[in-house]
């Protein structure tokens, strides 16, 4: 248990929540479905530019959590 509390000590929120994002946007772009707001999903096959815009915002989002996560920790 000391491990996890490790990953959720307030030092690598951050982190914890980059990599979880980078992870999620990749499941969305490899099932092909992506989840939006309100329980929408969207279906890559039928709203391709609106899937991709999910899955490239949740990427996104990711990596800027994991690099606010190193700015925050260079010093």
Known sequence: MDHF???I???HRF???GIVLLIVAA???LSGEAFERY???VDRAKEPKRFWW???TCFLFGLF???LYFYQ???
């Open 9 to 11: 000590d307030r030092q």
């Open 65 to 67: 959590f994991v690099g």
């Open 54 to 56: 999910d899955v490239a």
């Open 5 to 7: 509390s490790y990953l």
């Open 27 to 29: 499941l969305f772009a």
């Open 15 to 17: 982190l914890l929540i």
């Open 73 to 75: 920790n260079s010093n």
């Open 39 to 41: 329980g929408r999903i």
